[in-house]
């Protein structure tokens, strides 16, 4: 199966991608997580998109969708692919649409994560990553211990640069006008389930479930 989840910064795409793989056999491609790597690698990609990214601009198309192609055949055609963060913008789903044709295969659900607009500035500035993966919030959602993660017992966590109010306020007007036209997009394909990200983690867990049912 191949699931796109759709929705502004800050929807709990990542958080929901994590659990997805929990609970599924289900592989994760975030292409914000590839070009933080690549970033942090000091690439080429990592030079030409760094800078983009501390704006809360996004990066040209065709560097995305190189990283995307790459990753779908590494790791494998018959794999569950969970697309968090990708495609952004028309051109990157129409490419899209195009790879996964040329290797048999489709999108098979698009999900789209809708949260509140003055809900979602509140839910960035604050959370933080532990090398892990796992996501944690200063408000909603802390480690029961402080300072080390739930999930694997580290204590390295780490905060995103374009996480700060400044930055979130660009991402989220890149994401009404570059990729909310994909929602309609992908209607036209009949692919669409909306899930009430304003929900709890787990809610949504369900919701997001239940609209999987039978694809
Ligand atoms: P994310 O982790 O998905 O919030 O992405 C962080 C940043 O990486 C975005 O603000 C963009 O600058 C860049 N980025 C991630 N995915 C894409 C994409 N599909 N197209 C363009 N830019 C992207």
């Known amino acids: 199966m191949i699931l796109v989840l759709l929705g502004p910064p ?37 030079l030409k998109a760094g800078a983009i990214m501390e704006r809360g601009e996004l990066v040209p198309d065709d560097l995305v969708i190189g990283l995307i192609a790459e990753r ?15 495609p952004r913008t028309i051109g990157q789903a129409e490419a899209l649409d195009r790879l996964l044709e040329e290797r048999k295969r489709t999108v098979d659900r698009v999900i789209v994560i809708a949260v509140d607009d003055d809900a979602l500035v509140a ?18 959602k802390k480690p029961k211990v402080a300072g080390v993660c739930d999930r694997c017992g580290g204590t ?29 997009y992908y209607e036209q394909q009949g692919k669409v389930a909306s899930v009430d990200g304003m929900a709890g983690i787990e809610t949504v867990e369900k919701e997001i479930d239940e609209a999987l049912k039978g694809v």
């Open 72 to 86: 779908i055949d590494a790791d494998g055609a018959s794999e569950n692919f969970i697309l968090d963060g990708f």
């Open 156 to 184: 390295k966590f780490t905060r995103r640069p374009d996480d700060t109010e400044e930055v979130v306020r660009a991402r989220l007007k890149a994401y009404y006008a570059q990729t909310v036209p994909l929602i309609g």
């Open 123 to 140: 839910r960035i500035i604050g959370r933080f990553t532990c090398e892990c993966g796992e996501g944690y919030h200063d408000v909603f």
């Open 10 to 46: 800050g929807a709990g795409k990542g958080t929901q991608a994590k659990g997805l793989e929990d609970r599924h056999a289900m592989v994760q491609l975030s292409t914000g997580d590839m070009l933080r790597a690549a970033v942090a690698a000091g690439t080429d990609l990592g």
